[in-house]
C-alpha cells in the first residue's frame, strides 16, 4: 500500500483531528466519520439503519449500471463512436450513488466534466446518455453537450461542468435560489481535488459560510489532477481542512464504502436544511482509467497501484461482498443484475448508433431563449452572423 | 414626462422591476449600504430591503456564477460590476456558462440574467479601469449587448434587459450617469433591444455610433451642418447584439457615405462588423469608402493630456468626416 494517495490520509492516529466534523453533535461523531480508518462499519449507522434489503439491492444495481454503461461507453469510444474526451468514473461509482441516494425532492446536484455517474445516479437513462457521447440527435443535451456536459433540471441535476473549478459558484446560486424561495433543501455540488486549486473555489466557500448558503461541496478525491498527484499539487492536508478558514465544518471520509458516503452526506443534508450551513466534504476515491480514457496512463501512477485498488478496494466489490454477509442478496440476483446492466448498455450503444445526428439547421437552435421562442419575441435586429446555407 | 438623469434612470428601471417581480434581486459590491459606487442604487435598499438589494464581497467569479446558477433555477438577478474592466475576473461565468449553458443543455435551461455596469474610458483611471468590453460579449454567442446612450433608453433597454429570458450585457457610461433627459414615467416603458434609433435625419452622409461616442457625433453633426453645410443624419445603435442590421443598411442607402464612431479599440471592434456589414450589403450604394473613428489603439491612458486625444474627440471626427466629402 506504500504510495497509495489515501493511506496518508485514512491514517488513524495522523488524522483524528482531521475527521471530526466542526460543531457536529459529540455522539454522532464516532459514528459518522471514519475515525478508525476505511474498515469502520457504517452498516448500522442512522442513515443506513432502515434501509431494506430491497433498497440495498437498488443502489448495488445503480453502482453496476454505472458501471456497465462506463464499459460499454469506452468500447464505443475505441470504436471510433464517441469523439473528444471521454472522462470514466469507474472505481468512484460510490459516492455519487451514495450521495444522491440521500437526496430529497429540494436537493439539487451539480458536478464537473467526470458527470455520467451522477447523471445516471440522479436517474437519467442509458439511451439519452449515450446517445449524447455519440452526439447524436437523441443525446440528452441534442448532441451539444458532449461526455462533460449531461445536463437534466427535471432531474434537479444542473450538469456537467467543463471548466475545473468553474460549477464551484453555480452550486452556491442553485443553493442561493432555494434558500430565497424558502426551501428546505440543498445543492451537493461536486467536484475534483484538482479543482480544489482553483480560486473561485474560495470565493464561493466565503460567500456560502458569510450567507449561510445550503451548498454542500463534495471534493472527490481520486488522488489525482490529472497526472498530478496531489502531494505534487496541493499544500494542506487534508483538503477539505480548507474550508475551516471559512468556518465551515469538514469531514474526510472513505468513498469506497457506500454506507459511509451516504453517512456523509446525510449529515451534511441536515446541517443544510436544518441550520443552512455549508460543508465541505472530502471523500476519498479512486479512477481506474486515465484522465480522460485516450490519456496515457503510466506516467504518474504504477500498474500495481490501480491493481491494489481493483483488488482490495473497489466499491462495488465491497458492498457485494458486504451484501452476501447480510444475507441481502443472491448469486442469482447479482448475475441477474449484471446482465440487465450490459444488456442495457449494449442496447443503448444500438440506440445511438441507429440514432440520427443532428440536422445542420440546429446548430442555430438553443443559443437564446429567444430566438427558440419566435413567438414570444421581444426584440429586434439581427441576433446571428453566419448561419448554415 | 420628467427630465431626470441618466442615473436616475437606471435607478427607477431597477426599483420598478424589483417591485414587478418578486424573482429580481440586484447585487454587487456596495450596491446597498453605500447606496452604490456610482449612487445607481441610491435608496434601494431602504425601499426594498437586504433580501433584494445585496452587497457582495470583492469576489466577482462567485457573485457572477451565483446569480448564473439563481438565474437557471428561475431567479432573475442584476448583477452589477462597480467598473465593467473588472468582470476579466469572472470571465468563465460569463463567458463560459452564462452564454453556453443554454446550448450545451440542449435547450434545456435559460439564463435571464443581467450583468450591468459602466464601461468606458475618459476618466483618467487608467488602463486597468477603461475597458469597453461590447466586443468581447458582442462575439459570443449566447449573450446579448446593450449600450444605451440617454437618459430614456437606459431606463427603457435596461427594464428590457431585465424581462428578457437570456444573459443580457448592460454597457453603462460614467461621464453620461449625470445627463439629463426627458424619460417617461410609465412603469411598463420598454424600449426593445435591437432597435437602432435616428438622433438626427441627414441626407448626404450618415455616422454610426454607439455610448457616448453617440453626443460626440451629434455635435459633429451640428458643426458639419452649420459650417460645411452637410447634412448629416445620426445613427444610435443602442443595442449591439442584436444589431439593427436594417437600420444601418437602409440609412447608408439613404445618404451613401458612412462614418463609423466608437470608443471601443479598433481591432476586432464593433464597427469592424458593421464596416463589413455595409460593404456586403449596401456596396453598390457607397460613393465613399466607408470610415471608421475609434479609441486610439493602445491601452488606455491615465494621464488627461493622453486621453483626451485617445477617445474619439469632437476634432478628430470631423477631420475624418471631412474626408468623406
Ligand atoms: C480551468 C481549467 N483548467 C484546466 C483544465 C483541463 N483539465 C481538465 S480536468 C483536469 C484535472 C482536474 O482534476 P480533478 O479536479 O482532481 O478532477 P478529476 O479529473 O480527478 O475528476 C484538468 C487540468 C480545465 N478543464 N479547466
Ligand atoms: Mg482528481
Redesign the pocket.
Known amino acids: 500500500m506504500e504510495g497509495l494517495h489515501h493511506d496518508t490520509i485514512l491514517e488513524p492516529s495522523a488524522k483524528d483531528s482531521a475527521k471530526i466534523k466542526k460543531e457536529s453533535n459529540e455522539e454522532e461523531k464516532g459514528e459518522t466519520h471514519s475515525d478508525q480508518a476505511d474498515s469502520m462499519d457504517f452498516s448500522t449507522s442512522t442513515a443506513n439503519q432502515s434501509l431494506s434489503a430491497e433498497d440495498k439491492v437498488d443502489l448495488y444495481e445503480k453502482m453496476v449500471r454505472i458501471r456497465r454503461f462506463e464499459e460499454r461507453s469506452l468500447r464505443s469510444y475505441q470504436q471510433g463512436h464517441i469523439g473528444g474526451f471521454l ?1 470514466l468514473y469507474i472505481g468512484q461509482e460510490a459516492v455519487a450513488v451514495g450521495s444522491v441516494s440521500m437526496l430529497g425532492e429540494d436537493d439539487h446536484v451539480i458536478t ?3 458527470d455520467h455517474g451522477h447523471a445516471l445516479a440522479v436517474g437519467m437513462d442509458f439511451d439519452e446518455c449515450m446517445a449524447e457521447l455519440y452526439g447524436k440527435k437523441t443525446g440528452c443535451s441534442k448532441g451539444k453537450g458532449g461526455s462533460m456536459h449531461f445536463f437534466a433540471p427535471d432531474k434537479n441535476y444542473w450538469g456537467g461542468h ?5 460549477q464551484t459558484p453555480l452550486g452556491l446560486g442553485i443553493a442561493f435560489a432555494l434558500k430565497y424561495n424558502k426551501k428546505k433543501g440543498s445543492c451537493l455540488c461536486f ?6 486549486n ?1 480560486g473561485p473555489f474560495y470565493e464561493s466557500l466565503n460567500l456560502a459560510s458569510l450567507w449561510n448558503l445550503p451548498v454542500v461541496y463534495i471534493i ?3 488522488g ?3 497526472g498530478t498527484a496531489e502531494s505534487r499539487h496541493s499544500a494542506g492536508d487534508p483538503l477539505a481542512r480548507r474550508g475551516e478558514a471559512f468556518d465551515i465544518d469538514w469531514s474526510v471520509s472513505n468513498g469506497h464504502d457506500i454506507y459511509e458516503v451516504r453517512q456523509t452526506i446525510s449529515d451534511a443534508l441536515t446541517s443544510a436544511h436544518e441550520k443552512c450551513r455549508p460543508s465541505v466534504l472530502e471523500i476519498v476515491t479512486y ?1 481506474y482509467r486515465g ?1 480522460s480514457v485516450a490519456d496515457p496512463d503510466q506516467t504518474y501512477r504504477s500498474k500495481e497501484e490501480i491493481e491494489e485498488y481493483k483488488t482490495n478496494k473497489d466499491p462495488l466489490n465491497l458492498f457485494r461482498e458486504k451484501l452476501i454477509k447480510e444475507g441481502n442478496i443472491s448469486e442469482d440476483q447479482i448475475k441477474t443484475i449484471d446482465n440487465r446492466a450490459k444488456g442495457d448498455a449494449e442496447a443503448s450503444a444500438e440506440f445511438a448508433d441507429a440514432s440520427p445526428y443532428p440536422d445542420p439547421s440546429e446548430l442555430m437552435d438553443d443559443i437564446y431563449w429567444e430566438t427558440d421562442n419566435p413567438g414570444e419575441k421581444t426584440s429586434e435586429g439581427t441576433m446571428f452572423f453566419e448561419t448554415p446555407s | 414626462m420628467a427630465k431626470i438623469t441618466y442615473r436616475e434612470a437606471l435607478n427607477q428601471a431597477l426599483s420598478e422591476e424589483i417591485k414587478r417581480d418578486n424573482n429580481v434581486v440586484l447585487m454587487g459590491e456596495e450596491v446597498a449600504q453605500f447606496k452604490g459606487s456610482y449612487k445607481v442604487s441610491e435608496g434601494m435598499l431602504e425601499k426594498f430591503g437586504a433580501e433584494r438589494v445585496i452587497d457582495t464581497p470583492i469576489s466577482e467569479a462567485a457573485f457572477s456564477g451565483l446569480a448564473v446558477g439563481a438565474a437557471m433555477m428561475g431567479m432573475r438577478p442584476v448583477v452589477e460590476f462597480m467598473f465593467w474592466s473588472f468582470c476579466y475576473v469572472a470571465f ?1 461565468q460569463i463567458f463560459n456558462n452564462a452564454a453556453s449553458v443554454r446550448y450545451m443543455s440542449g435547450g434545456l435551461i435559460n439564463v435571464p440574467i443581467v450583468f450591468r455596469g459602466p464601461a468606458n474610458g475618459g476618466t483618467n483611471v487608467g488602463a486597468t479601469h477603461s475597458h469597453t468590453p461590447e466586443n468581447f460579449a458582442a462575439n459570443t454567442p449566447g449573450l446579448k449587448v446593450i449600450c444605451p446612450a440617454t437618459p430614456a433608453d437606459a431606463k427603457g433597454m435596461l427594464k428590457a434587459a431585465i424581462r428578457d429570458n437570456d444573459p443580457v450585457c448592460v454597457m453603462e457610461n460614467t461621464i453620461l450617469y449625470n445627463m439629463q433627459d426627458e424619460v417617461p414615467d410609465d412603469p411598463d416603458f420598454i424600449i426593445p433591444l435591437g432597435k437602432a434609433n435616428i438622433l438626427k435625419e441627414g441626407k448626404d452622409m450618415t455616422i454610426i455610433a454607439h455610448g457616448k461616442a453617440v453626443h460626440t457625433s451629434l455635435e459633429v453633426a451640428h458643426t458639419l451642418e452649420e459650417k460645411h453645410n452637410v447634412s448629416v443624419e445620426v445613427l444610435d445603435l443602442r443595442s449591439i447584439r442584436p444589431l439593427d442590421v436594417d437600420a444601418i443598411i437602409k440609412t447608408v442607402k439613404k445618404t451613401n457615405r458612412v462614418l463609423l464612431v466608437e470608443e471601443n479599440k479598433p481591432f476586432c471592434g464593433v464597427d469592424a462588423q458593421i464596416a463589413f456589414l455595409i460593404q456586403d450589403q449596401a456596396f453598390d450604394y457607397l460613393d465613399a469608402p466607408i470610415k471608421r473613428v475609434s479609441a486610439i489603439d493602445a491601452p488606455q491612458a491615465y494621464s488627461k493630456a493622453l486621453e483626451n486625444i485617445q477617445i474619439p474627440a469632437h476634432d478628430r471626427i470631423l477631420a475624418k468626416a471631412m474626408e468623406l466629402i
Not at chain 1, 162 to 166: D, K, L, S
Not at chain 1, 191 to 196: C, N
Open positions: 472522462h464537473a466534466y467526470r467543463g471548466i475545473v473549478g468553474g467536484m475534483g481535488d484538482g479543482a480544489t482553483q472527490e478525491n481520486n489525482y489532477s490529472m479512477r484522465h | 468563465d
